[in-house]
């Protein structure tokens, strides 16, 4: 059985963080570079260029792409034939959490309870998934969230009979109705299937797809394209104020259900999406 | 054509401000988000004095990240800004004129922008690292125990901004997403 110290996986888990504010993914800033390119609206494209802008000096300057440092969520791929020596997994991760965000001088957004609001001060704890998978390696991926574009997603039960019209026009609606709020260009995470829990979990983890890559099942695919030409016709533009660029990618996730349901799903990400995954 | 504007604002300047203006803000600001609008409020409500005078007043929508060495503050990108809305009429009732933040307002905020003569700004969100090369002082003037919810003074030095609403009804956000639809 391998063993993996406590402490790399802390130390890892803090750098992960930390890289994950400070380095806006090449495929993202691409895709910000062809918007520049068919952007329509001048305040638009404006708007393009000073979010690209600002994503190199976050780079360069290593600090936050933005100041909503986000929820941190994890996916966590566990080998079944690993385990953490000096400790528990779940505290690495979260003092990982711990470090990253004070040393990397990110904002701490989490409140301790929900109604009565007061600040944890550490940005914990985090929100961890787990997979359980063969092999001897530990696979971590940090998925900072802000709250703007969290505000804007939905799970909603629609039966088997709306059928993928419904589903489509669920996703655009949601789009539509979230107009400025999520900083658009918006990443769109949307999920089919499961159940309402695991619907919801897979628009998140949707998001962590490469901009550009393409669904590998046909059908999916192409109702890929369908959505983005049809946000994208919505009007909303960069930041809300109006253009062709609304999206930058809309990736679709489906999984096996209930003859009874059908779940679906919107998780909405702004142009600031962030992750980064470590295997050890 | 981008204008100077420099704070606090005047009856006079905002009337000069049209929906899809872009504007370089100087001078003093305030930050102030959720928990620091409902203290605010309450303090307005039960007749106290707020941490700053509201007359001519701007507020950022903002919660930044905490200050790097040598920076007087992390980066500093608008919140979205319909969270602030049940508040914010009173506030400019009481004599705020400008807000900068992101996303669309609510009825009852577009109406007291009318009625008070006020400004809505949008700033790029996420452009955060860019916006606090803008900012070139802060302190944490009140509600210090709220961290990054906490209500700071900043001085600021051509803070990039667009007008969204203005004291004549137009709202850019409607305007300019109907000119590029294509439903
Ligand atoms: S929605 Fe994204 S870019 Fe906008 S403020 Fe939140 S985290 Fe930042």
Redesign the pocket.
């Known amino acids: 059985m391998k063993e993996i110290p406590f402490e790399t996986v802390k130390d890892t888990v803090a750098k992960l963080c930390m890289d994950a504010n400070f380095d806006i993914g090449d495929d993202i800033i691409d895709a910000l570079k062809h918007a520049v390119e068919i952007e329509e609206s001048p305040t638009g494209k404006d708007i393009l260029k000073q979010i690209l802008e600002n994503d190199r000096i976050s780079h360069e300057e290593k600090v936050a792409a ?3 440092t ?1 929820f941190a969520v994890f996916w966590v791929e566990i080998g079944s034939e690993l385990r953490i020596s000096g400790g528990e997994l779940y505290d690495a991760i979260k003092q990982g959490v711990v470090k990253g965000y004070k040393e990397g001088y990110l904002r701490k957004s989490i409140v301790e309870d929900p109604l009565r609001r007061k600040n944890t001060g550490d940005n914990t704890p985090p929100i961890i998934y787990t997979d359980i998978v063969p092999g001897d390696k530990l696979k971590i991926t940090v998925q900072p ?5 969290e505000n804007m997603s939905e799970v909603k039960m629609l039966t088997p009979a709306d059928g993928a019209e419904g589903f489509k026009d669920f996703v655009v609606d949601r789009v539509r109705r979230s107009k400025a ?3 658009p260009p918006v990443i769109v995470g949307a999920a089919i299937g499961g159940t309402f829990e695991k619907c919801a979990m897979l628009a998140k983890k949707a998001q962590l797809r490469k901009v550009g890559s393409v669904h590998p099942d046909p059908f999916y695919a192409d109702m890929e394209k369908e959505l983005l030409e049809r946000i994208n016709n919505l009007g909303i533009g960069p930041q809300g104020l109006g253009g062709r660029v609304t999206a930058l990618a809309v990736f679709v996730e489906a999984f096996p259900c209930h003859i009874a349901t059908m779940p679906c799903a919107v998780n909405m ?4 999406s962030r992750h980064k995954t470590a295997i050890l | 054509m981008v204008k100077n504007i420099t704070t606090p604002l005047t009856d006079e300047l905002v009337a000069g401000l049209h929906a899809g203006d872009s504007v370089l803000i100087s001078g003093t600001i305030y930050t102030g988000r959720d928990l620091a609008h409902k203290r605010l409020v309450e303090a307005l409500t039960a007749g106290k004095d707020l941490p700053f005078d509201l007359k001519g007043a701007v507020i950022y929508y903002v919660g930044p990240a905490p200050a790097p060495p040598g920076k007087p503050i992390g980066s500093a ?4 800004s319909y969270r602030m809305d049940p508040y914010t009429p009173l506030l400019l009732e009481k004599g705020l004129k400008g807000m900068v933040g ?1 996303g669309n307002r609510g009825q009852s905020v577009l109406d007291a922008i009318k009625k008070y003569k006020a400004v809505y700004f949008a700033a790029v ?2 452009a ?1 690292a860019l916006i606090s090369g803008s900012i070139k002082a802060a302190k944490v003037i009140a509600y210090d125990e709220l961290g990054p919810e906490a209500v700071r003074e900043l001085q600021v030095e051509n803070f990039p901004a667009i007008v969204v609403d203005d004291i004549y009804g137009e709202d850019l956000y409607e305007k300019g997403t109907a000119r590029y639809r294509k439903e």
Do not use: E, I, L
């Not at chain 1, 969230?145 to 574009?149: F, R, S, T």
């Not at chain 1, 990400?269 to 600031?272: M, R, S």
């Open positions: 933005c100041q909503d986000g969230k802000g709250g703007g574009a709020n999520p900083c990400c702004c142009h600031a | 990108g608008p919140t979205t992101k969100g996420g955060a």
